[in-house]
């Protein structure tokens, strides 16, 4: 049998998680899968996230089922403080 490599919320020890940059990092990688969360916003959008919350993983905060998608996309996702502007929007 052997060993798989999945990767958590993407390659999230080299980009923000959970983005597109951290997904195609882990294919890159050739890592055998991604593991990713998705919870359905207030309106009914899907969200890509790890937590109920975006507190953790962003300059906002709250629960992802009880705001509008347009909302979520206002905040930065990014971890500058530990990626610093290389994922800067």
Known sequence: MKT??????????YA??????????AI?????????DVYLTMDGELAVIHDGTIDRCSNGTGKVTELPFAELRK???NYSNVFGDKYKR
Do not use: C, K, V
């Open 28 to 36: 890159d990688m050739h890592s055998d899968g991604i593991e990713l």
């Open 4 to 13: 798989q490599i999945w990767a958590h919320r993407g390659a999230s020890a």
């Open 75 to 77: 905040y930065d996702y």
């Open 16 to 25: 923000p998680e959970n983005t597109l940059e951290a997904f195609q990092l």
